[in-house]
Nanobody, 116 residues
Framework: QVQLVESGGGLVQTGGSLRLSCAPS????????MGWYRQAPGKQREWVAT???????DYVDSVKGRFTISRNYAKNTVYLQMNSMRPEDTAVYYC??????????WGQGTQVTVSS
């Protein structure tokens, strides 16, 4: 089992920045990959970014060059730095932990709103 605690959502203007944090209940070293997904009103949840155990990062095309996923081992936390934000980034953002042994775990979600 992995519990995920998210923080950092809020309201920001177009072009602004926010940083989301996700702290898992067990060591990041023990998790195959961690990522962020988002779900806008009336839309399906979509994948945003992933960072693997070895540090390989990948992003959906719409956020490449604007968002950065990273991790801090000392704080056992994964971050999503979001810059140059757009109204279409408005969504509930969910942290995900993927383990090959026991599947996927999700955070409670944090609201991100970008005003135009």
């Amino acid at each position: 089992q992995v519990q995920l605690v998210e923080s950092g959502g809020g309201l920001v203007q177009t072009g602004g920045s926010l940083r989301l944090s996700c702290a898992p209940s067990r060591s990041i070293f023990s998790i195959d990959s961690m990522g962020w997904y988002r779900q806008a009103p009336g839309k399906q949840r979509e994948w945003v970014a992933t960072i693997s155990r070895v540090g390989t990062a990948d992003y959906v095309d719409s956020v490449k060059g604007r968002f950065t996923i990273s991790r801090n081992y000392a704080k056992n936390t994964v971050y999503l730095q979001m810059n140059s934000m757009r109204p279409e980034d408005t969504a509930v953002y969910y942290c995900n932990a993927h383990t090959s042994g026991s599947g996927d775990y999700w955070g409670q979600g944090t609201q991100v709103t970008v005003s135009s």
